[in-house]
């Protein structure tokens, strides 16, 4: 991809225990926000101490989705200290540092600045840092993979072949930068109709899964569209949370993450 190529690794002298999982997509609107939040709580059940951080600069929707919404984190010692939501799960979201609206007008620098406070929060007692950045490949992902080194990214897409281009993009941004991809998640992948549960699939079927092999990276799963999922994520109740069924997708992608 133009461009891309150019990316500079600057290797951080300093080390830390944490490993950051950043959760990518080509564009948005795929439900990487709700992959985030819900891998995020799906690995704290597998037992991984697990804490989230939302970079999506351009709409921070974890305070939503996590039930958090309206929650300011304090700072200590200019360090910022995660909010404890109701999952176990703590977390840090652009969307607590400054308005939706104003977090728009960002240049690249302030937002790799608000990145770097988030990432670098006092969070004791978490090993796995899920971070669900903005969509494409900006200043805020640049940074993240410069600065803060992701252990491995997840990179979430719709079955639609529009979508997996934009999610080679991604790919392609987190490999150059020699950052593992721990595989791709095929979101809104068959409908689950909500009066007889039968599934169809509007964008497709399978498309994710046949490039994931193409490319050589892991195939992660696939989430239905199902309208459950998006109303429990608007009433910050995330499947993850609930019920073996609803959560089950979710487990079983944490499960391969973690591996
Ligand atoms: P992104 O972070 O990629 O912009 P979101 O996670 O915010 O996308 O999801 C966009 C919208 O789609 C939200 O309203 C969300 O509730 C909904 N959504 C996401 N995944 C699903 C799904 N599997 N089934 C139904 N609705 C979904």
Redesign the pocket.
């Known amino acids: 991809v133009a461009g891309v190529r150019e990316v500079r690794i600057v290797q951080t002298a300093e080390k830390t225990e944490r490993q950051l999982i950043a959760v990518g ?1 080509g ?11 819900n891998l995020a709580i799906a690995l704290k059940r597998l037992g991984h101490r697990t804490g989230l951080v939302d970079a ?1 600069i351009y ?1 921070p ?1 974890q305070p939503r ?1 996590m039930a958090a919404e309206g929650e300011r984190p304090m700072a200590h010692d200019k360090q910022l200290l995660p909010i404890m939501t109701r999952f176990g799960v703590p977390m840090l979201s652009m969307g607590q540092l400054v308005a939706p609206e104003k977090a728009l007008a960002w240049r690249g620098p302030m937002a790799s600045g608000a990145l770097g406070q988030l990432v670098d929060a006092r969070w004791e007692h978490v090993d796995t840092l899920v971070v ?1 950045l903005p ?1 494409g490949t900006g200043d805020v992902q640049l940074s993240m993979i410069q600065k803060h080194r992701p252990a491995g990214a997840v990179v ?1 897409s719709t079955p639609q072949d529009l979508a997996l281009i934009d999610a080679l993009r991604a790919i392609d941004l987190f490999n150059t930068a020699g950052i593992p991809i721990l595989g791709l998640v095929e ?3 068959g409908y689950v109709c909500p009066h007889c549960g039968e599934v169809s699939d509007p964008f497709g079927n399978g498309g994710a899964e046949a490039e994931a092999a193409r490319l050589g990276i892991p195939f992660l799963g696939r ?8 109303r429990a ?2 009433a910050g109740e995330p499947p993850a949370a609930g019920e073996e069924k609803a959560a089950r997708p979710f487990l079983d992608i944490a499960e391969k993450v973690a591996a």
């Open positions: 997509s564009k948005g609107g795929v439900g990487k926000s709700t992959l985030s939040a999506d709409g929707s989705l669900d969509p979430v979101n809104m992948a989430v239905p569209l199902d309208i459950a999922i998006r994520s608007d």
